[in-house]
């Protein structure tokens, strides 16, 4: 922690006496600044920020720590790694803070990985849900894809492998993020229990779970 040093400053102040018929002479005197001038005082340092140590419960925090976010990327990765996916986290606001693309990865896992994070953070719900509610033959009023894209008609994938990352437990729980896998699992396969991209995120937020209680 950084100390204040203060320093005792001394002014000479010239002084001028007159006396009764007597040649005005100069006096100097010390006097303290503190007498001089005013002094504000400065305000308290703020606390240090303490960084997140793996096994520790998050603060609670509005996005998700990085050093957390690596982690269940890492996770994430090497559940998959045979599968050459792409893996990623993004914060509260959708913003890529941690992005690992493995050996060989296709492009098409590379550019799909962020618009199936988008729309998990827009909806704060897993992509896996969100295509469940977007079958075939599904009615427009219910259709969460159509809605989405018709809302945010900006890029958002409704696919599975995107997970919702929260701090605590309803009622109070708080959103810090999503992580997304792309390209394990071949495109169109649809919501299934055994996608690949759905289940490698899940390995992802397991491997966090514990600190974001």
């Not at 997140?52 to 690596?70: C, E, F, K, N, T």
């Not at 295509?131 to 809605?147: F, K, R, Y």
Request: net charge neutral; aromatic share 4%; proline share 10%.
């Amino acid at each position: 922690m950084a100390k204040i040093h203060t320093m005792a400053v001394a002014a000479t102040v010239a002084l001028i006496t007159l006396g009764a018929g007597a040649t005005p002479t100069l006096a100097a005197q010390q006097l303290p600044m503190d007498a001089l001038t005013l002094h504000k005082t400065p305000p308290p340092n703020p606390p240090p920020v303490q960084a997140w140590q793996p096994g520790q419960p998050v603060p609670w925090v509005r996005s998700i720590p990085v050093d957390l976010a690596i982690v269940a990327a890492k996770a994430a990765l090497a559940a998959c790694r045979s599968k050459h996916p792409s893996v990623g986290v993004v914060d509260h606001d959708g913003r890529m803070i941690v992005m690992y693309v493995d050996d060989y990865a296709t492009m098409v896992g590379q550019k799909a990985l962020p618009q199936k994070l988008h729309a998990t953070v827009i909806r704060q719900t897993a992509s896996q849900e969100l295509a469940s509610h977007s079958a075939p033959g599904v009615p427009p009023e219910t259709d969460w894809e159509a809605t989405i894209i018709n809302r945010f008609n900006d890029g958002a994938l409704i696919q599975p492998g995107a997970v919702p990352l929260f701090i605590g437990t309803q009622p109070n729980r708080q959103f810090l993020g999503a992580i997304g896998v792309a390209g394990a699992e071949p495109p169109g396969k649809g919501a299934t229990a055994d996608n690949a991209d759905h289940a490698c995120a899940m390995a992802g937020f397991n491997a966090i779970k514990d600190q974001l209680k």
